[in-house]
């Protein structure tokens, strides 16, 4: 699947493939069956490493220090 430039960390919630990318500051969510773009959310500066709680996704936003939940 096509992702965008640069991607730097990937989840799998189940249904959906999720796509952090640290130089665009950008938090993508891709159909986990066609690959298909299905929405784009702007993170903090460095939106790196993601996790799946279960019922959220956490990305760790190095440039701002911090880990944010979308």
């Given at each position: 699947?096509?992702?965008?430039?640069?991607?730097?960390g990937?989840?799998?919630?189940?249904?959906?493939i999720?796509?952090?990318h640290?130089?665009?500051n950008t938090?993508t969510k891709?159909?986990?069956n066609?690959g298909?773009?299905?929405a784009?959310?702007?993170?903090g500066?460095g939106a790196y490493?993601?996790?799946f709680?279960g019922?959220n996704?956490?990305?760790?936003?190095a440039?701002d220090?911090?880990?944010a939940?979308?």
């Amino acid at each position: 699947y096509s992702t965008g430039s640069l991607p730097a960390g990937v989840v799998f919630d189940g249904t959906d493939i999720w796509v952090s990318h640290g130089n665009a500051n950008t938090l993508t969510k891709h159909s986990g069956n066609s690959g298909a773009t299905l929405a784009t959310y702007t993170t903090g500066s460095g939106a790196y490493e993601l996790a799946f709680d279960g019922a959220n996704i956490w990305v760790a936003i190095a440039g701002d220090g911090v880990v944010a939940k979308f």
